[in-house]
């Protein structure tokens, strides 16, 4: 990862088009394991926006506090917290026809590393 959208989430769409990577679904979207409820990001692709931009687009974009929120780099280290994740349905990972699911042992993504794991694991409000 990356981000990730909260409950405080309105549905307002201002995100989603800003995102470099397409790393945002909408609540109708099947694809999000929060269907009917709220925005989602693929932690899968989201890279944080880094080489996008100086800061998550996203969170710049969003109205609401506190929606945008922290999540683990996807890297290996968090492997297993996104494996977690992904069988109690907070994430729904990209499963590849022959590379199966996508995590990060698969391809890891790009993260901001002056973002303090304290704070990603307490999901702080990304703050812009
Ligand atoms: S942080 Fe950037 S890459 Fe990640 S979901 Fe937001 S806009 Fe997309
Ligand atoms: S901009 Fe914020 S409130 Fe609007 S859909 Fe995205 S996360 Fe939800």
Redesign the pocket.
């Given at each position: 990862m990356a981000v990730m959208?909260t409950d405080?989430?309105?549905?307002?769409?201002?995100?989603?088009p800003e995102c470099p990577v397409a790393a945002?679904l909408e609540d109708t979207s099947d694809k999000n394991p929060h269907e009917g409820e709220?925005?989602y990001v693929k932690p899968e692709t989201c890279v944080e926006c880094v080489s996008h931009a100086d800061e998550p687009r996203?969170a710049r974009?969003?109205?609401?506090e506190g929606?945008?929120v922290w999540d683990m780099p996807y890297t290996t280290e968090f492997e297993e917290y996104f494996v977690t994740g992904n069988n109690n349905g907070t994430y729904k990972i990209r499963e590849h026809k022959s590379k199966g699911i996508m995590l990060p042992s698969i391809k890891a993504q790009a993260f901001i590393s002056d973002i303090g794991m304290d704070v990603r694991q307490a999901h702080g409000n990304v703050a812009v």
């Open positions: 959208i405080l989430c309105i549905n307002c769409g201002d995100c989603a945002i709220r925005f996203c974009a969003c109205p609401t929606s945008i």
